[in-house]
């Protein structure tokens, strides 16, 4: 019986790896990864000896086919990025639709994603929450910005280190000076940092910096400060 494994891998501080995750991989017939340059290195640091094949955001389309068949010809295949959960603002959704559509067991272990640790030590409300990936740069970015404006629930973004400044202005323009939002800036790693306060104390506090490394940016809800 063949079947496709989703395999979560550090956000940055290895020892976040889980032991089934390391098991899992040293018993897939073969991983399939966005960068083995990348992949190769963490198998190297756990002494994990595996086939490692190429599958990433500007291939997956075209080898979909190819891959299916590869999975269906084996028992277990495992999907990997390069870091965090696959399918998360990562690759994995569209094959892991097609596995389904051909009833090809797709399970994913639990284990590093950037953005529960971010929503959790936020402080704000993550009973609901919605998570909006990364916006777009230019088309559609107002428009998106303006629906988490009146989102009841807290938002969850992703945000590169030199748009952090840009997207905490808009959230100040869209959302009021007042909204609450925490940065959380390169979990797991030696400089992680939170950063929560309006919007407009954290835009302050990020304005004259420069923002370096990984960042998610967690917005309070519409009206649920009183
Ligand atoms: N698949 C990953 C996950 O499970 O979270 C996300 C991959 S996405 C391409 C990369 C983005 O995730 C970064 O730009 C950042 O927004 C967020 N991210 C990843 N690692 C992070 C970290 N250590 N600290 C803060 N944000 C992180």
Redesign the pocket.
């Known amino acids: 019986m063949s079947k496709l494994c989703i395999v ?1 891998t550090p ?2 501080n290895l020892e976040d790896i889980t032991l089934r995750a390391i098991r899992t991989l040293k018993e897939a017939d073969f991983i399939l990864s966005e960068d083995t340059r990348v992949t190769k290195r963490l198998l190297k640091h756990f002494d994990i000896e595996a086939k490692v094949k190429s599958f990433h955001a500007y291939n997956e389309h075209k080898i979909l086919e190819k891959t299916l068949n590869d999975i269906k010809s084996s028992k277990c295949v495992v999907l990997v ?10 690759p994995g959704f569209l094959l892991i639709r097609e596995c389904v559509e051909n009833n090809i067991p797709v399970e994913c272990l639990p284990g ?4 529960v640790p ?1 929503l959790v030590a936020s402080g704000l409300p993550c009973d609901r929450f919605v998570f909006e990936g ?1 916006l777009p740069h230019k088309k559609g970015r107002q428009t998106r910005l303006k629906n988490i404006a009146q989102e009841k629930r807290t938002s969850v973004l ?3 280190p030199h748009r952090l400044v840009k997207c905490l202005s808009q959230i100040e323009k869209f959302m009021g000076a007042d909204r609450k939002v925490c940065v ?6 030696i400089h ?1 940092e939170f950063t929560r306060g309006t919007a407009k104390e954290v835009r302050e506090y990020y304005e004259n910096k420069t923002v370096k ?4 940016i967690i917005i309070e809800g519409e009206n649920t400060s009183s």
């Open positions: 979560p956000i940055g990025s390069d870091a965090g959960t696959p399918g998360i603002s990562d590093p994603v950037a953005f971010a990364f992703y945000e590169s959380a800036r390169e979990l797991t790693k992680e490394g990984e960042i998610v």
